[in-house]
């Protein structure tokens, strides 16, 4: 049974990466391009609001710039500029030459240090399925690394490597520069940590020609796995690299009183991406849904915060201070 109960993202969003599109009449002028992209986003974007973006002065300013002469890269160029005024990483013009990205995520320093972790914490860590994993401090803490949520959560292996932890003082779940993908492998880890069915967070998807028309707002609940389940304390590490379906998983790790989020805050990606067709068959995606804590609070776009920040010192490879800082956390329970 899936965890999600959320029907929207069951019938349209399996995963982050996947886009619908639109068909709709062909034309290659670069002027019926330009409003065409322009009234989709206008008609669908779900963040104008919460990032104060006048979409319409935007508008004014880039159809200033462009013409009907336009070669393909200069249109392209052109459109991909407007896209980043929406400061959004779920937002891509997608053209048989060029994919155009905001890059959020160069604007904030990064907090994981692969070759720090792999030498002087988890040299032997086991792979298993979608996990590299090890003991930490004598056998008292568990380390565990998920490195993309593209790479599929099997329920088996997560419960085999859950199992070899049972009896430490906590675990680690190192979810830095995780740059998301999809979203049904959140529930099958979460489910681990659940002590009872959780209601977790709300989603809502924009539904009307108004900037701040929004359909109702749609539960996620996280199961308990009762096969195989972990009570102690779970640290998440986190940091601005963690993006999209990261994103997700720490929010609704706020409805978790046994899990704590440590390390910077996330990179932010919480609406769902959709997307269409231009007429001259470029593609394009952009976020069309919010997802809100339990309180209502709408902090996933923007990043999640963590419950204890933590810095990793760039001047020292052979510590972890944001590992140092979970296992300090744990200890102190």
């Known amino acids: 049974m899936?965890?999600?109960?959320?029907?929207?993202?069951?019938?349209v969003f399996a995963s982050c990466e996947k886009v619908l599109f639109e068909k709709d009449h062909a034309s290659s002028d670069p002027l019926e391009n330009f409003e065409y992209l322009w009234n989709e986003v206008d008609k669908k974007y779900s963040y104008f609001e919460l990032k104060k973006i006048d979409w319409d002065q935007i508008k004014a300013e880039f159809e200033k710039r462009a013409r009907h002469y336009m070669t393909e890269e200069q249109l392209?160029?052109?459109?991909?500029?407007?896209?980043n005024e929406l400061r959004d990483d779920h937002v891509n013009l997608i053209s048989p030459f060029n994919v155009s990205r905001y890059n959020l995520r160069l604007q904030h320093p990064q907090n994981y240090h692969q070759r720090t972790v792999e030498e002087f914490y988890v040299p032997n860590g086991r792979r298993t399925g979608a996990f590299i994993h090890d003991f930490l401090m004598n056998d008292e803490i568990g380390y565990i690394r998920y490195a993309s949520f593209m790479d599929a959560v099997d329920n088996d292996a997560l419960g085999h490597i859950l199992n070899r932890y049972q009896n430490?003082?906590?675990l680690i779940l190192d979810l830095r520069a995780n740059g998301g993908g999809d979203l049904f492998n959140i529930p099958v880890i979460?489910?681990?940590f659940a002590q009872e069915r959780i209601l977790a967070a709300y989603s809502k998807t924009r539904n009307g020609p108004g900037r701040n028309d929004f359909g109702p707002q749609e539960p996620f609940y996280i199961n308990r796995n009762e096969a195989s389940n972990y009570s102690n304390p779970v640290m998440v590490l986190i940091d601005r690299y963690s993006y999209s379906a990261t994103s997700f998983f720490a929010m609704l790790t706020k409805a978790f009183p046994n899990i704590k989020l440590i390390g910077d805050t996330t990179g932010g990606g919480g609406g769902l991406p959709n997307g269409g067709q231009l007429p001259n068959g470029w593609t394009y995606r952009f976020s069309v849904s919010q997802l809100l804590d339990l309180n209502g609070n709408n902090y996933a776009e923007n990043g999640v915060p963590p419950d204890i920040p933590a810095q990793f010192d760039w001047s020292d490879?052979?510590?972890d201070e944001i590992i140092e800082r979970a296992i300090i956390e744990i200890l102190l329970k």
Do not use: N, P, S
Not at 2 to 11: A, K, L, N, S
């Open 168 to 170: 430490t003082k906590g």
């Open 2 to 11: 899936r965890t999600f109960c959320i029907t929207i993202i069951i019938i």
């Open 190 to 192: 979460l489910e681990k």
């Open 317 to 319: 490879l052979t510590t």
């Open 76 to 83: 392209f160029d052109l459109l991909a500029e407007m896209l």
